[in-house]
């Protein structure tokens, strides 16, 4: 007879036990190992392709953008906190440029543009009144430079429109400075 005490488990058994505990142990290591190394950087992208970008704050509202406009002309605005229109820039369908920096009301205070025309001109804007002042190149090269008081009257404008040169900064009936030509009538 035979005294070994027979086994619950066969061969195939222990094989598949085996094989299931060496698998495990090769997968932990593989896991360990990829967690003790840092994963390789990401490599940013090169290009992103879109018809709008919009940034928004942590509450979720929108602060900036960059679109096309529906004439399909770029834009970019900023907002500040009270959703209100601060900054903008844009290329006109004609070509053009305007770059605008507005006040909390949204009173366009200073705007610097380009005209398709080749002209130039740059604005500043009084808060509460309607003073300013502008700086104009027509596409020709002329400049012509004003100024307005905070009623909105033009206080200096150079060159003078006037066929005369009067000086309409002047209030009407004040003598010439001294030096300047004096408008002769015609007959």
Do not use: W
Request: charged share 25%.
């Amino acid at each position: 007879m035979n005294n070994r005490t027979p086994s619950k488990f066969s061969l195939p058994v222990y094989q598949t036990v085996f094989c299931t505990c060496a698998v495990c142990l090769f997968l932990g290591a593989d896991i360990a190992l990829r967690a003790g190394h840092a994963a390789p950087p990401v490599e940013p992208l090169k290009v992103v392709t879109a018809q709008e970008f919009r940034l928004v704050d942590k509450t979720g509202a929108e602060r900036a953008a960059l679109a096309l406009q529906p004439d399909g002309s770029p834009y970019l605005s900023l907002t500040d906190k009270a959703n209100a229109r601060r900054i903008t820039l844009r290329v006109r369908p004609d070509g053009g440029t305007a770059f605008a920096i507005n006040d909390p009301d949204g009173k366009n205070r200073i705007a610097v543009e380009t005209g398709a025309d080749g002209s130039a001109s740059m604005t500043l804007s009084g808060g509460k009144t309607k003073s300013g002042a502008g700086f104009l190149v027509a596409a020709d090269g002329s400049p012509l430079v004003i100024v307005k008081d905070k009623d909105g009257t033009v206080a200096f404008m150079e060159p003078s429109p006037d066929p005369l040169g009067e000086d309409l900064a002047k209030p009407a009936g004040a003598k010439p400075d001294a030096g300047q030509k004096q408008p002769t009538s015609k007959k």
